[in-house]
Nanobody, 125 residues
Framework: QVQLVESGGGLVQAGGSLRLSCAASGRTFSNYAMGWFRQAPGKEREFVATISWSGGSTLYADSVKGRFTISRDNAKNTVYLQMNSLKPEDTAVYYC??????????????????WGRGTQVTVTV
């Protein structure tokens, strides 16, 4: 089992920044690729970003490319999502997820074995 706990969400004005963190426990963190997803009210969960086991490879949704950065610190068992130039359409609950595999298929939520409970991000105009 892998336990994931997100933090860092909150209320921010458009154009602002937030950094989300996801702390993992339970298994060897560096054995897992990590992803960030988000879900807005009435919408399906959507891919945001993913990072490979060592952090050497990343993938981003087109909607966040150039604004968001995913990173990880395997010594701290933590993955981060730095979000800059936030827009109201970024408002959602953000979830981190873990899976042993990393590929182009890592953009699909069904691939991931473990999920956190999410943290709310609200961007106001």
């Amino acid at each position: 089992q892998v336990q994931l706990v997100e933090s860092g969400g909150g209320l921010v004005q458009a154009g602002g920044s937030l950094r989300l963190s996801c702390a993992a426990s339970g298994r060897t963190f560096s054995n897992y690729a990590m992803g960030w997803f988000r879900q807005a009210p009435g919408k399906e969960r959507e891919f945001v970003a993913t990072i490979s086991w060592s952090g050497g490879s990343t993938l981003y949704a087109d909607s966040v490319k150039g604004r968001f950065t995913i990173s990880r610190d395997n010594a701290k068992n933590t993955v981060y999502l730095q979000m800059n130039s936030l827009k109201p359409e970024d408002t959602a609950v953000y979830y981190c997820a873990a899976d042993r595999s990393f590929s182009r298929g890592s953009v699909y939520p069904g691939v991931y074995e473990y999920w956190g409970r999410g943290t709310q991000v609200t961007v106001t105009v």
